[in-house]
Structures are given as C-alpha cells and as structure tokens.
C-alpha cells in the first residue's frame, strides 16, 4: 500500500479503517518517549465525497505530558487532511492546560487525551470537565494510555463519555490515522446534524412566529398557503427516510444473518473476532437493533400524520365545494394550535373536550372553513389565557372532566360539538369557560376592526371574515351567546347539501 498522498475512495477506505499495514510500524511501541521510524512515511489521506463541513480547518488538541508524544503524534497526522481540509494541532502537557484550550476552542474537533500526566487521573478528570461543566458532548476525545492499569479499560468506557480508548502500545501510524479520520467523520457527522437540527429549528420558529402574525392580522389564507408548502417540504425528506428506513432494515438484517451463519459455521472464530464481539457486545447489538429501527418507523409514521394534518387544513387543492369530514378539518386546527393549548408559566393546560355526533361528509369550502375554525379556537384561547389563574379542581369522580360539570368548572376548557340539525344542517358549537363579554362588546364582535385586544396583539377581521365566508360564502349562520363570567359560545350553522351564496 503506497503511503504517498494517498487519495482513496469511500468504499477504500471503510476497508483501510478494518485492516493495518502489514508493514506499519508501532509510534508508541515501548511508551518509552522515543520517536517513530520511517519519519518520512507519513501518509497524506483524503476522504472525497463527503458533505461539506462548516469548518475551515479540524482542530486537534493533543494532551499528554510527554513532548516526543506530541512531536510524534503531529509528524504522523501533518500531512493528513479529511473532506479536503487540514488538520490545526494545539498542545497541551497537563490537564490543567487541557481545560482551558478546550475552553478557549469550544469547536475542537478531536481531543487525543493521556490519562496519567500531572495526576495518576488528570486525563480523566479533563473529560468530565468539558462533558459536566462545558456541556461539550461534539468533540470526539480518544483517550491514550501507555499505563492501562492506572485505567482500566472496562470501568473507564462505562463511567466516562470517551469515545475511543486505545493504548499507546497498540496504536500503528495506519491506526493513528484510523482513529483520527473515524474520529473526524463522527464529528462532521454531528455537525451536519446539528446544522440542519438548527435549520429546522429556525424554521419552525420562523413558521410559528409567521403563524402567529397571520393569525393576529386574519389572514388565513396566507397561512393555508404556507402550511402547504411546509407540509409538501417536509413530505420530501419524511418520504425519504420512511422509505429508505425499510431498506436499511433489510440491509442490517442480511447484516445479522450473516453474523449468525459466521457464528454457525465458525464457532471458535479467531481471537480478534472474540476480543472484537466482546467489545462491542455483539449480542446485545443483535438483539437491540431491530427495537431501534421499530423507533423509527415509529417516528417516521408520526411525522407523515403531521404533514397529512397540515395538508388536511390547507387544503389548497380543495378550493371548491367538496364533501369534506367536518370533525378532521376541526382536529387538523386543533394540532396547528397544539402548542397554545399546552400549560406554561403563564396559565395551566386548556383542555379540549370533543363530542362529536354522526356527521356526513358536508359539502363546503373546506380550506375556508378551517379559517373558521381557526378564528374562532384562537380567540377562545385568547380569552382563556386572559381569564384569571383558576386552581386545580373540578375533576370528576372518574378522574375526567365531563360535559355536564363544564359551565361550572373552574380549569380552562373549550368545548366543541357537532350534531345534525332538522335533517339537512349541521351545527358546530365552540364554548369556552373564560370570562365571557358584555352585551355591548357582544353586538360588535361581528364588526369589521372591532377588537378588544391590547394594540398590536389583533385587527378585529377574525370574526368579521368568519362571518363573511359562514354566511356569504355557505349561506348559513354564525352565532355567539355570552355573558360576563359564564364563557362564549360560537354556533355555526351550515347546510349538508351545497351551501348557497347570498349577498349581504
């Protein structure tokens, strides 16, 4: 194997991370601070065809109390490189110079740690300061211990978050690099994650605070627009990993099968296999994987259901009349407004109860229905969040909150119900138990503008455009009751059949 700036391929180089040169000399064979031989054979790797990382260069902090150590350590990696970027080499001769570099350098990307430097511990009391204070659990640390007794190999895996540990007598200039580039590729991998962990965070905090706006300024129909679209991006990546999850399985699976056809045929396999399935416990790996990929088909399929929601209260491709379930339109409002429904330090959980009657499909507009709905929760939950702190009772024998207790119970609630009307109508009842409106308020909810919100916090068209696209748009009717201290209650009133425009 030529050690010249070698360029190898992924698949090359999964096959360099299992087997050692046959030729390669041990850097740290006698622990005993003497240099490497054939200092000019220090191979150069590169590993193409992996996703862009956001650094310039890989930082590795070496630590060890031990010059020729580090003099060893970097003749050996100098001229390594990982996704076309550099290796930058920083130094530390004590554990104590260790946590402040690591401090000073939050982004290093791999840590090779001695144990036994200014204490017989020091290197491992480094890993628990940048794991317990620093909160730092990216960086790939790989302890090296030329005095494996002072650590045993077993206690220190199991009671530290290390990620590698290798003795110095052990460690080839081929599995220095091993180790150094496997090291690399878990700390790029982990960075990708948290890169597009971050971008969906921003995301979904941008898509909240988006939603809101529209939400305050009633503009449903923008929001319809958007949660379209978002549903239809996340469907993309979702359908990926939900399809691809079946593949791998199938893939670990034959992966398995061979295992236990080797274990069949090969029962006193040879004593790296042993040492190689005892580290790894295999049979536990075995036994594991299968609930772990179950987890994610989990996942996956809650993550479909959620864009189907989202989807479901769009429905930008239902702009005419259909037949539409009335009760999903209510539910796929009720999960975009989860969120707010939630306790927090503010006011306690409001809690939904739902009695739902036989309904038929009705045909509506079934995008602008949803903006009803929409309006309609949202100010419900306005009111309740502004109603006084209510304590924790009103709980029924059974330990459940019940339609018959709800006029007089205390905790924040919304009610809906739906039954057929004289045959050929459908009623949506909206109450809520906050503090209710006086006669006044009550004549001029419906009014363009009107709104009895703080400045900036709504517009007053919720409930005007609700009544529009109720009235005008179904031909049916939307009603309020309400009384100071005895809650709201929103009625809509709409036909099964084709609801029939009127002007007003």
Not at 19 to 33: M, P, Y
Not at 303 to 322: M, P, T, Y
Not at 342 to 355: S, Y
Not at 394 to 414: K, V, Y
Request: contains cysteine; hydrophobic residues 40%.
């Amino acid at each position: 194997m030529s050690s010249e700036n070698q360029r190898v391929s992924n698949s090359a180089t999964d096959a360099l991370f299992v087997f050692a040169d046959n030729n390669d000399a041990f850097i740290f064979a006698d622990d005993d601070g003497r240099q490497p031989s054939n200092e000019d054979d220090i191979t150069s790797q590169a590993v193409p065809n992996s996703p862009p990382a956001p650094v310039a260069v890989w930082k590795v902090l070496i630590v060890d109390d031990d010059v020729l150590v580090h003099r060893a350590t970097t003749l050996v990696l100098e001229d390594c490189t990982f996704e076309s970027k550099p290796l930058m080499f920083f130094h530390a001769y004590s554990g104590t110079e260790a946590k402040s570099l690591i401090q000073a350098h939050p982004d290093t990307a791999l840590i090779l740690l001695d144990v036994v430097m200014e204490t017989h511990d020091a290197g491992l009391q480094v890993v628990q300061y940048i794991r317990a204070e620093l909160h730092n659990h990216k960086v790939r640390i790989v302890l090296r211990t030329g005095q494996p007794g002072e650590a045993p190999e077993a206690s220190v895996i199991l009671g530290y978050d290390i990620n590698d540990y290798r003795l110095k007598t052990e460690l080839t200039r081929q599995k220095l690099i091993t180790v150094v580039i496997s090291s690399l590729r878990s700390y790029s991998n982990i960075l990708t994650i948290e890169n597009q962990n971050s971008k969906l965070t921003l995301a979904l905090d941008h898509l909240q605070k988006t939603q809101a706006q529209l939400i305050q300024a009633e503009k449903m129909s923008s929001l319809g627009q958007m949660v379209a679209g978002v549903a239809h991006e996340i469907n993309n990546p979702a359908n990926f990993i939900y399809g691809n999850l079946f593949h791998t399985e199938t893939y670990v699976q034959a992966l398995l099968k061979l295992i236990k056809t080797y274990q069949q045929h090969y029962p006193a396999p040879v004593k790296a296999i042993q040492t190689t399935t005892e580290s790894i416990d295999l049979p536990f790996l075995m036994e594991d994987l299968p609930k772990l990929f179950n987890s994610m088909q989990a996942g996956a399929e809650r993550i479909k259901h959620i864009v189907d929601s989202l989807r479901n209260f769009s429905r930008l491709d239902e702009a005419g009349i259909k037949p539409v379930d009335i009760h999903s339109g209510i539910d796929s409002t009720l999960l975009i407004l989860q969120h707010r429904l939630q306790a927090n330090d503010n006011h306690p959980k409001i809690t939904v109860i739902k009695e739902y009657g036989q309904l038929p499909l009705v045909k509506c507009y079934a995008s602008d229905l949803n903006q009803v709905f929409m309006n309609i929760l949202s100010n419900a939950i306005d009111a309740l969040e502004m109603g006084t702190q209510r304590p924790a009772q009103c709980i029924a024998g059974d330990g459940e909150i019940t339609s018959e207790i709800f006029s007089q119970c205390p905790l924040p609630i919304i009610h809906i119900r739906t039954e057929i009307h004289d045959a050929n109508k459908v009623l949506i009842r909206i109450a809520d138990n906050g503090p209710g409106m006086n006669e006044s308020t009550l004549n001029s909810i419906f009014n363009p503008f009107f709104t009895t919100k703080p400045i900036g916090s709504g517009t007053g068209l919720g409930l005007s455009t609700s009544y529009s696209i109720v009235v005008q748009q179904h031909g049916g009717n939307l009603s309020c009751s309400s009384m100071p201290g005895k809650g709201t209650e929103f009625v809509i009133d709409i036909s099964i059949q084709d609801p029939v425009k009127v002007k007003i």
